[in-house]
């Protein structure tokens, strides 16, 4: 829709003007906590899959163990990337992806390349529409839902999608974000793995990969 990428265009340039002087202090203190690179960039899927280079602020440690993998997220992330993540300011640096048309305000959140080939015909239509910053899903319990519901809610939100629901998620996610709810599903630093929706099949396994999906 074209006013949706109007009102991208405009929410992101602000954004980025008003918080230029708040993402310079988090760089610099997640060069001081963290060390450099100041910033975590990955691969993940946009819109119809394609790939996109994600940013976000770093909020884990590159500890590995003696055979060269990553060591579990909990172990990583430390206290700093909690305070991060819990408010969301991690997620700031996203507003580029949003100002170059790779990612949108509100739309279902990028997630890993390797879930590509595990979801079912219907959740992967959470592709038709780009990622985004904020969704339907992170308004409606976060990482405290379950696999199946967070897609089910992507995709609802790809056949109800509307330029007034954006402005509903949006507000909401002020909320949301103040309130600090559904940072963590119960047991995980952050969600666990997907793995499809039938289970894990037997003999898969996924790979490692340097900073947790979300």
């Not at 898969?204 to 340097?210: N, T, Y």
């Amino acid at each position: 829709m074209r006013s949706k990428r109007i009102l991208d265009i405009i929410l992101s340039v602000t954004a980025l003007i008003l918080l230029c002087p708040v993402m310079a202090g988090i760089g610099a203190m997640v060069a001081l906590r963290l060390g450099r690179p100041v910033l975590f960039v990955q691969a993940r899927p946009g819109i119809g899959g394609r790939a996109i280079r994600v940013r976000k602020f770093r909020t884990m440690t590159d500890e590995k163990d003696e055979n060269g993998d990553f060591l579990p997220d909990d172990v990583r992330l430390t206290e700093f990337g909690k305070w991060l993540r819990s408010t969301s300011l991690d997620e700031l640096p996203e507003l580029w992806n949003v100002l170059v048309g790779d990612m949108s305000m509100v739309g279902p959140r990028p997630l890993l390349e390797e879930y590509l080939a595990l979801y079912d015909e219907r959740q992967a239509r959470r592709h038709a529409v780009p990622p985004g910053i904020t969704g339907w899903a992170q308004v409606n319990g976060r990482n405290a839902t379950t696999w199946e519901e967070r897609l089910e809610m992507d995709v609802w939100y790809v056949e109800n999608r509307s330029i007034w629901l954006d402005l509903r998620i949006l507000l909401m996610t002020i909320f949301t974000v103040f309130s600090r709810e559904g940072v963590s599903a119960a047991g995980h630093a952050t969600m666990p793995r997907f793995t499809g929706s039938a289970g894990r099949r037997e003999g898969q396994s996924c790979p490692k990969v340097g900073e947790s999906q979300d």
